[in-house]
């Protein structure tokens, strides 16, 4: 029988499909407990619509596997950081034609709250360009900025960096 952290590594995420969500590092640990699977994720951010559909996929999975009982857990401490991407995966987005995030923001005390939009550079995933601008804040996700290469003139989303 295949281990159940294989087949919950192996379930993609349903906004990105070309990374799992053990790339994406919301799959926070998987452990079997009496002949039950327990698997913790984390969403990547607060209101995520995504968290249902990956709860039933990895439930789906790891029953179809040939686990009789899995339980799928929310854990919301620590937050996610995009951070938590793992390298495959930052590479499988720019393969993709999804600029991957840079490192996410350090703050040490309160978080300073501003009016604009924060400025970050962000190469494009076509031709390594440093010279992009933002279009939309949010793109077909809100995890997602819409973005246009000034060198090649193509559009491209890009995971903001939280």
């Known amino acids: 029988m295949v ?21 994406l ?3 926070r640990e998987v452990s079997e407990v009496d002949g039950r699977v327990i698997v913790s994720i ?6 995520c619509p995504a968290m249902g559909t990956m709860r039933d ?19 919301l401490q620590p937050a996610w950081s995009t951070d938590w991407i793992s390298q495959d995966g930052r590479r499988k987005l ?4 999804i600029a991957p995030p840079a490192a996410a923001p350090r703050h040490t005390g309160p978080v300073p709250l501003t009016l604009s939009a924060p400025v970050s550079a962000v190469r494009c995933p076509r031709c ?3 010279d992009t601008e933002e279009l939309s804040r949010f793109s077909a996700t809100a995890c997602k900025a819409l ?8 559009p491209f989303e890009h995971v903001k960096e939280i």
């Open 57 to 75: 996929d990895l439930e789906h999975a790891l029953l179809g596997a040939g686990f009789r009982e899995v339980e799928v857990r929310t854990v």
């Open 3 to 23: 281990s159940a952290v294989a087949v919950a590594g192996s379930v993609t995420d349903p906004e990105l499909p070309m990374i799992t969500l053990a790339d």
């Open 94 to 97: 720019a393969e993709a034609g």
């Open 147 to 154: 973005r246009r290469c000034r060198a090649c003139l193509e």
């Open 25 to 27: 590092g919301v799959l």
């Open 128 to 130: 390594d360009s440093a």
């Open 42 to 47: 984390t969403p990547t951010y607060t209101g």
